[in-house]
């Protein structure tokens, strides 16, 4: 592996499914769920790199990790010795950095005091919690199973627990949101002050309840629209948040690590349902179906396939499309030296175009979206395909 590498971790259960949402996750059952971690926990322990030997288990065999995501889904919905034997075998398997940032995912009205006591115990440092909002009928539209006070109460209740990096998601253009309901969540999360926010706007996903009930309809108007996204962008960096993503905003030296690493194109491990990963070129997705995953790995078979093996003209056109949803932009002399070719002699037409259009800007061994750039940022990404 190219650099330390990052592990995603997926839990795919929920109290309930939102509305809107279209991830791989469902209702949990309390058999259902132990019998999917311990299915997890040895994959992770058998885990090992394509040319390398099944058996190699001790030390210096071990890959460093230096961040970890456990996401879903509502982890935090996992018994705490669930996830306690989740991070021991993690620690087996793996060698974690001393500074390893450790995230797990969290729904409000799902952890108390004690769970986030434990959290702190297995080495999570920072949590992330799914508010979306704080007006409480636009948590029920959503289908979230928490209220606004509740999610306040949790905040409280992690930082209390000692968690001094913490993200809030948010979600604009919510049925029945106004400009000033939102920008009165807006205010109320920066109230709290957390170290991180991520701010998206909602996408009515096929196969929803949300498509069914609006189809290809949003139910807030573009303009309006437009106008929660450049209020996003306002009042977090009033509040002292910069932008270092399309939706990602953090006080200095919090952005999300593990993130990071898949705008930047480095290598990635996934476990559990669904899971992705990316090791050299070849990207793998494990099983979907949760009764042949658990089987399967129960069996000590093959769960991972191949989806697809990046060609080097991929993997240029990603460190583009992927790259450039970072506000820094991406490095040329980076791509020259991975792919030993200049970037002008692979992309030059398009990127002088974009730079004619003030889309792209060009400064020193950068380039970067413009501000304008980063409104229509799909429009140009497309171009690189």
């Known amino acids: 592996m190219r650099d330390k590498t990052g592990i995603y971790v997926h839990i795919p259960f929920c109290v309930r499914k939102c509305r809107y949402c279209d991830f791989l996750s469902f209702s949990s059952e309390r058999e259902g769920v132990s019998r999917y971690v311990d299915s997890l926990i040895r994959e992770i322990r058998s885990f090992h790199l394509p040319k390398e030997p099944a058996g190699c288990m001790d030390g210096s065999h071990k890959i460093e990790a230096d961040t970890v995501f456990i996401g879903g889904g509502t982890p935090s919905i996992l018994p705490v010795e669930h996830m306690e034997r989740i991070f021991e075998a993690l620690s087996e398997r793996f060698r974690l950095s001393e500074n390893a940032e450790i995230t797990v995912e969290c729904n409000p009205g799902t952890a108390g005091k004690e769970v986030f006591q434990a959290y702190r115990s297995f080495g999570i440092n920072r949590v992330s919690f799914g508010f979306q909002s704080v007006i409480d009928d636009e948590l029920k539209k959503l289908g979230r199973i928490h209220t606004a006070a509740e ?3 949790a905040f409280w209740l992690a930082r ?7 993200n809030i998601d948010l979600m604009s253009a919510i049925p029945g949101q106004t400009l000033d309901s939102y920008r009165m969540t807006l205010g109320a999360v920066l109230a709290l002050d957390p170290e991180h926010i991520s701010a998206y706007s909602l996408i009515i996903e096929e196969g929803t309840p949300f498509y069914a009930e609006y189809g290809e309809k949003p139910p807030v108007d573009e303009d309006t629209d437009r106008a929660m996204y450049a209020m996003t962008k306002d009042l977090l960096a009033e509040g002292g948040y910069r932008r270092y993503e399309i939706s990602n905003y953090a006080k200095e030296r919090f952005s999300c690590r593990h993130n990071l690493k898949y705008w930047s194109g480095v290598d990635y491990i996934g476990f559990g349902l669904g899971a992705s990963s990316k090791i050299g070129n070849v990207r793998y997705k494990n099983e979907t179906d949760i009764r042949t995953y658990t ?3 129960q069996k000590g078979e093959n769960i991972t396939c191949i989806e697809e093996v990046l060609q080097p003209e ?3 056109a990603e460190f583009f499309i992927l790259g450039l949803r970072k506000t820094e932009g991406v490095s040329r002399s980076e791509f020259a030296a ?3 070719e200049n970037d002008m002699d692979r992309y030059g037409d398009l990127l002088c175009q974009c730079e004619k259009e003030g889309l792209l800007a060009f400064s020193g061994d950068r380039i970067a979206f413009t501000d304008r750039g980063l409104d229509v940022s799909n429009y140009v990404l497309c171009r690189f395909l």
């Open 151 to 153: 999610a306040e109460e």
């Open 314 to 316: 991929d993997e240029m």
């Open 338 to 340: 991975r792919f030993s």
């Open 295 to 297: 089987e399967k790995v």
């Open 160 to 166: 209390q627990s000692g968690f001094d990096n913490i």
